[in-house]
């Protein structure tokens, strides 16, 4: 027993009792309780693993990065994912993988795990659509920017929804989209394919009625997927017929 205010009290049987209660969360979902951020450091070491295979198999990044012309006439539809895994060189891989430390943990606290690898792998397949419509054919891509510039995206929306201050944000996001613009072999699609994505998915999920948060949350995912599997198939013919066309010519 325990001396308390209103009395004595069994630890045993406040810490029973307090297994029974359900946790407060928040507005999006997730916990409200410090925890180790598991979703953001296995993506981390995801990439991390990713990149030192690349040196060990050679070869290995031109099989992995995003080719439209190899998605479509090879149906390997798996670039659209694992070029989200892939980097260049040193510094990429440290400045995106910084940013996801960074941006990751209080997204994954605020929104939980799930909707966390869910916003995550979303904003990256949604960069990686917008490459796919919008890319030379022939042009490989990599990185995981656009998935970071979906966290970039989701944590403006949750700084307005929790009235913080985003006006550094903003200017943060400003100076990454000018250079996104003006400095070479930047892939601008993904980087706007993955911002855009990321706030829809973060607005859906914060914004989303309490008593229907797991309907909307679930139907606004699937009707991303959705419209991404649309977007590809009505692109698919077009790039098809120039890789026939190229091939042809040779």
Known sequence: MRSASVGHQCVDCVQAAALTVPPARTAAGGILRQGTPIVTYTLIAANVAVFILQFARPGLLGKLALTPAAVAAWDQYYRLFSSAFTHHEVMHILFNMWALYVLGPPLEQHLGRL??????????????????????????????????????????????????DVRWLIGLIAINLVLTFSVPNISWQGHIGGLITGALVAAAYIYAPRQQRTLVQSGVSLALVASFVAAVSWRTPAIVEMVAQALGQR
């Open 115 to 164: 909707r966390f690898a869910a916003l995550y792998l979303l904003s990256a397949l949604g960069g990686s659509v917008l490459v796919y419509l919008f890319s030379d054919i022939w042009a490989p891509t990599i990185g995981a920017s656009g998935a970071i510039y979906g966290l970039f995206g989701a944590t403006l929306v949750a700084y307005r929804r929790l009235h913080l």
